[in-house]
């Protein structure tokens, strides 16, 4: 079973701007939206590789230069999302923000409490 933070939400209230805007993340700051693609050669191409496959999220949050947050929309399949996010190894903190929640994951542990 998944271990993670779950806030609920009203339904249809869930914006991924205005999660930003309350998280304080801007594009000036360090935000990226993956489909945008502005984070193309800034990254090693382990990362941008990451951010081009299946797993890539919506968007991510980068401290120097270092993808930390990553926001996923809807995912179809969490279970290939975090297999892909632990193996990737560098970001510490998963949102999945779905219509009626949100949840927030530690990234580096998440298949240790599965014990896949």
Known sequence: MQTG???????????MKKIFKTLGLTKENGLFIT???????????RIEEFFESRNAPHAFFCIDNKPFILFYKNPQNKEDIFKGVWNFN?????????PNNIQIFNGFKYLMVLNI
């Open 90 to 98: 560098e970001s510490p903190v998963v949102f999945i923000i779905e």
């Open 5 to 15: 933070i779950i806030i609920s939400v009203e339904q249809g209230t869930v914006n």
């Open 35 to 45: 489909g945008e693609k502005k984070w193309r050669s800034i990254f090693p191409k």
